[in-house]
Every structure is written in C-alpha cells, then in structure tokens.
C-alpha cells in the first residue's frame, strides 16, 4: 500500500524568507512524487512532480522540492516566500509498482503555508 | 483552453434526497477521477475511469454512490439518500492517460451541504 504524511497541519514564514513543506512518502516499489496547491475556493493546481532522473525538482512559482530516496521524503521548498504563497499544500503519491489500480494518487492531509509581512 | 468545469459548484440538499455532480474534463484527456475533500482531511479517492475500461470503484464509500462516464467525456457522481456525512467538497480531475506519471488537472470542486 502507498501512503504520505505530511507532518505539519500549518507552517508560518515571514516574507522573503525561505520556507520548507514536509512530506514523507511510503511505498513498495519507486514512487511517482507530486505537490499540489489549493488556494480558498478552488481546486487543486499542479506545482511539480518528481518521477525520475535529478533529485532536485524545480516546479511552477519558484518553488522546488528534493527527492530524498533514503529518508522516504520530498519536501518542498522555495528560497524566498511570498505573501501571496499562503495557500494549502499537498504532497501526493503513487506507487511505480503496477497493483492494478491504475493512476491512484494518495494525498497527504494537507499543510496551510501561512506569509506573513 | 478550457480547464476542467463542474457543476453546481455549490448544493444543499436534504437528508435522503438524491444529488448528481457533474464533471466536464479537458478535452483529450482520457482518465478522470474523483475525489472527496472534508474539512481537515486530505483527499480521498472515490472513483477512476479510464477510457473504455471498467471504472475503479474501489473507494466509493458505500452503495449508494455511483458515477458514469459516458461518451469518453462528461462524468456524473450520483449520491443516493444523502446522509449529513456526505457533506463535504466532492473534486474532480482529468489527466492525459493512465500511465502513473501524468499530472491531474483538478475542477474547482462542488462544496455539498447535506442539512
């Protein structure tokens, strides 16, 4: 079975300082890597996806995330946040191992990224 | 072009009554898949369909959720004898293909209120 935590309900962060989201991933085989964001009242939008090849992912508004296959992780991560970044966060899985199920992605709960000035 | 649109984007509803959600893809996708978003919870996958494959219904809650895809295109979620536990904002997203690396493009969602 696949699974991914993210650890973190909420993370805080003052404008122009980096910020980090946590993810953690479970799975048997390699995994298929991707982060989500949802901004108030609308659905999810891609920011970037990790499936093979170099570890470091760089995804849509400046945001970027490390595949790191020993600590089963893949945070995201952006050098400098912005206001305008608050939105909630989710890390998702797949399993590269072929169960049958098809394209399931297994979301994370969700971290609310918070910018302050 | 066009994104993924579904509709109604809101609906209340009273306990027992029957609702249908729609979903129209992005045109040439040929997987779409729905989700069910509670309050503090992450996503949970309800439903996946992949052409003309027999769909994956292996996380629709209970009998009395089901959907159709009809014509390779436009999705239906129907819940029966809605309970107050079914609120919640019911997503969908469409990809190219089922091949596992494909990113989903994801509706705006329709928030259900069951009073």
């Known amino acids: 079975a696949q699974s991914v935590a993210q650890p973190e309900d909420q993370v805080n962060v003052a404008e122009g300082n980096p910020l980090t989201v946590k993810c953690t991933y479970s799975?048997?085989?390699?995994?298929?890597l991707f982060w989500y964001v949802q901004y108030p009242n609308r659905g999810l939008q891609f920011l970037l996806k990790y499936i093979t090849g170099d570890n470091l992912v760089k995804g849509s508004y400046g945001f970027e995330a490390e595949f790191n296959k020993s600590q089963t992780s893949f945070h995201l991560k952006k050098p400098s946040a912005l206001v305008s970044d608050s939105a909630l966060y989710f890390c998702?899985?797949?399993?590269?191992?072929?169960?049958?199920?098809?394209?399931?992605?297994?979301f994370g709960t969700g971290t609310q990224l918070k910018v302050e000035l | 072009g066009a994104g993924v649109s579904q509709s109604p984007s809101n609906k209340v509803t009273e306990k027992g009554k029957d609702v249908e959600l729609r979903c129209d893809p992005i045109s040439g996708h040929t997987a779409l898949y729905w989700y069910r978003q509670s309050l503090g919870q992450g996503l949970e996958f309800l439903i996946y369909f992949q052409g003309n494959s027999a769909p994956d219904k292996s996380g629709l809650p209970s009998d009395r959720f089901s959907a159709e895809r009809t014509g390779g295109s436009v999705s239906t979620l129907t819940i029966q004898r809605t309970q107050q536990e079914d609120s919640a904002v019911y997503l969908c997203a469409s990809s190219l293909e089922s091949n596992g690396y494909n990113e989903q493009f994801f509706g705006p969602g329709t928030r259900l209120t069951v009073l």
């Open positions: 799975v048997s085989g390699n995994p298929y």
């Open positions: 998702a899985v797949r399993d590269m191992v072929v169960t049958g199920g098809g394209n399931k992605l297994t």
